[in-house]
């Protein structure tokens, strides 16, 4: 199967309906270029205000029913131009909130949700503060247009993550991402899209698969607080070459086809899974690698 995949990157602004509707008409100009599979960036709707612990910040999460603000527009959209939807938002569950993304298919059926597994916490990215790890597992769905997982963020520099969503037959990964410098008193920590790239870009090496980032760009402030998002939003091939990538500073639409039977051909021929040794892989149950029981 052949078809064309799209990445949008955007900035966002303060306004949530104007930031939905900017995402809206950027899925309709990729649909219209034909694109099959659309992914927006994480949490799409507002500025990524995970930069500071503020308690008035969960009022922006809502539930994953017909109540919620912006779901059913999306499932709709999907319907009308009858493509794949990840969509990125915040999920109140209860008194639980999650960084998760529900699945529409083409057609607009719904899939299913997934919660953000790995959640960071540090300057600038205070996500703990925010949101609970994510209980739903890693997820790949069947789609009209081929297999696809989806992680979102900073589950992207887990090879775990990657492995276990091509071990479920994922023929394509998709990771909705917010990510840009991190804030200036924070000493030796990295900003670097091209490491950031070279994670995910060895998932597709070492899985065989199709790989995929929507990030956002443009700076974003929040009291005393700036990330400036880079940008640099991608896709790479199974053998992990890029071969499509958007700048530092604008909004954009990446376009590629893909091939996924060539995928899959090039994934037996490679031998990876076949060689895999789960029998010796113990230690990636434990945090510290250690087989050891307690006395």
């Known amino acids: 199967m052949s078809i064309h995949l799209a990445i949008i990157q955007m900035s966002m602004g303060l306004d949530q309906t104007s930031n939905v509707t900017k995402a809206v008409d950027m899925v309709r100009q990729a649909a219209a270029s034909g694109a099959k599979i659309i992914l927006l960036p994480e ?22 029913d017909s109540s919620h603000p912006f779901l059913g527009r999306f ?10 939807l990840p969509v990125s938002f915040f999920e109140r569950s ?13 057609g607009g059926a719904p899939l299913g949700l997934y919660r953000k597994s790995h959640i960071p916490d540090g300057p600038g990215y205070e996500e703990k503060y925010y949101f609970a790890p994510g209980d739903t597992g890693f997820k790949v769905w069947q789609t009209k247009y081929g297999h696809i997982g989806v992680g979102i ?17 994922a023929d394509l990964l998709l990771y909705p991402t917010a990510i840009g410098s991190e804030p200036a008193d924070v000493v030796a920590t990295p900003n670097s899209p091209a490491m950031w790239q070279r994670a995910m ?32 939003s ?29 995928a899959r051909l090039h994934r037996q021929g490679m031998g990876f899974f076949r060689d895999r040794r789960p029998d010796l892989y113990r230690p990636l149950l434990t945090l510290d690698g250690s087989l050891k029981t307690s006395s």
């Not at 209860?94 to 083409?106: E, R, T, Y």
């Not at 990657?162 to 071990?167: N, T």
């Not at 060895?202 to 929507?214: K, P, R």
């Open 94 to 106: 209860g008194p639980v909130f999650f960084n998760s993304v529900f699945v529409f298919d083409a």
């Open 234 to 262: 991608f896709i790479s091939d199974y053998t992990g070459e890029i071969v499509q990538q958007a700048s530092p500073d604008r909004d954009q639409i990446l376009l590629h086809r893909i091939d996924l039977i060539q």
């Open 75 to 84: 499932q709709e959209l999907a319907r009308e131009l009858d493509v794949v």
């Open 43 to 64: 949490l799409f709707a507002g500025p990524y205000f995970c930069q500071i612990e503020r308690e008035e910040q969960f009022l922006g999460a809502f539930e994953k």
């Open 153 to 169: 963020c900073w589950d992207q520099w887990f090879p775990e993550c990657a492995r276990i969503m091509a071990l479920l037959g």
């Open 201 to 232: 870009i060895g998932h597709s090496v070492c899985n065989g698969v199709y790989v995929a980032a929507a990030n956002r760009v443009g700076a974003e402030t929040m009291e005393k607080a700036r990330c400036d998002f880079y940008g640099h």
